[in-house]
């Protein structure tokens, strides 16, 4: 059973950084690709980046290219976001997800974490 822990969130002002954390206290999830998504109120789930099982290869949103950032440490059974030149719109719950490819689709997803809120203030 793939158990996912996020980290990291908080309250940033525009401009600032954060690294999101998602470890899994279960199963490893090397067997799986890994996602980023957010949700902010009022609005569907989207996706933000997607990391393959190596880490050989990674998907970003358009909305973050060039401010976003994600890895993976197989050693540590952790995936990162690491998020920089933050901005309001910005400002969601971050959610970790292991599935079976790494896509854009929250269906393609089989397991979650609980998620972390990101707050950025102007």
């Known amino acids: 059973q793939v158990q996912l822990v996020e980290s990291g969130g908080g309250l940033v002002q525009v401009g600032g950084s954060l690294r999101l954390s998602c470890a899994d206290s279960g199963r490893p999830f090397s067997h799986y690709n890994m996602g980023w998504f957010r949700q902010a109120p009022g609005k569907e789930r989207e996706f933000v980046a997607a990391?393959?099982?190596?880490?050989?290869?990674?998907y970003l949103d358009d909305s973050v290219k060039g401010r976003f950032t994600v890895s993976r440490d197989g050693a540590a059974n952790t995936i990162y976001l690491q998020m920089g030149d933050l901005k309001t719109e910005d400002t969601a719950v971050y959610y970790c997800?292991?599935?079976?490819?790494?896509?854009?689709?929250?269906?393609?997803?089989?397991?979650w974490g609980q998620g972390t809120q990101v707050t950025v203030s102007s």
């Open positions: 990391i393959t099982r190596a880490g050989g290869r990674y």
């Open positions: 997800a292991a599935g079976g490819s790494p896509s854009k689709l929250v269906s393609n997803y089989d397991y």
